[in-house]
Each structure stands twice: as C-alpha cells, then as structure tokens.
C-alpha cells in the first residue's frame, strides 16, 4: 500500500509467543484456536504468505485484513482482499487495517501487523434539523 501511516508490527510479541510454545509453557491448544470465521475469512479474502507454519509446518500462511473505522459503517469487522484495501484508500478518509495471519490446517492465528490507511481527509458529516 502507498500511503500506509501509523504501521504497528508485532513481530516481537509473535516471536515471545512461539518461544512460550516452543519450551512448552503454552499449549499449542492456546494458541491454535482460529475460529470458522476467520478461517472462511483466510479461504475467500486471505492472501498467501512465503513462511510456513510456525507451529505445525504444514503449509503456508495466510494473511488476513480486517478493517475497522466510523466511516466504513456496515463495512467495518470485516475481512477485505488487498485489491479492495486500495479502492477504499481511495474513498475513505481514515481507517484502520488489521492483518492476522492464520494457518488453515492447525487453526494458528497471530495479529502480525497494524496500520491506517485513507485519503487523509475528514469528510463533515451533514447536520439535519428538524424539518428535514
């Protein structure tokens, strides 16, 4: 995306995670509890990652992006192809992408990233009065 702002990376929690997971003071059931809609979300929305599994190596991940943000109303909480997160840079003024990563076999999900993307621009919202 070109006009990515405010980019989060949680690769540092991910890999204290995965640590945790690999000396096996967390479960691999704690961590590997992607829920159907999230990978339905992975299969029809997802977009293929080059890295495997971190936790089962089966196959590669997938990355999911969510979008969140007032102007998107009924769109908002819903998962969105990278295709489309560039049409809506271009319509909306300000929202917020969430990209998860999920593995389809084992159901392993992790946030991996967070930025806003948008136009800028603060579109006013128009006031009604009572007689309209």
Same mark, same amino acid.
């Given at each position: 995306m070109r006009n990515q702002r405010q980019v989060v990376d949680y690769a540092l929690q991910r890999r204290a995670l995965l640590a945790e997971v690999y000396s096996g003071r967390v479960s691999t059931m704690d961590v590997c509890d992607a829920t159907p809609y999230?990978?339905?979300?992975?299969?029809?929305?997802?977009?293929?990652?080059?890295? =495997? +599994?971190? &936790? +089962?190596?089966?196959?590669?991940?997938?990355?999911? =992006?969510?979008?969140?943000?007032?102007?998107?109303?009924? &769109?908002? @909480?819903? *998962?969105? *192809?990278?295709?489309?997160?560039?049409?809506?840079a271009n319509l909306f003024g300000e929202f917020?992408?969430?990209?998860?990563?999920?593995?389809?076999? +084992? @159901?392993?999900?992790?946030? &991996?990233?967070?930025? &806003?993307l948008g136009t800028g621009t603060t579109h006013p919202r128009s006031r009604r009065t009572a007689g309209q």
């Open positions: 999230l990978l339905r979300a992975a299969k029809f929305h997802g977009q293929p990652s080059k890295s =495997s +599994c971190p &936790v +089962c190596r089966k196959e590669a991940l997938t990355l999911v =992006s969510w979008v969140y943000g007032d102007e998107l109303k009924h &769109v908002a @909480g819903s *998962a969105r *192809a990278p295709e489309e997160l560039e049409r809506m917020t992408v969430y990209v998860v990563e999920v593995c389809r076999s +084992c @159901g392993w999900n992790h946030l &991996v990233q967070s930025y &806003v």
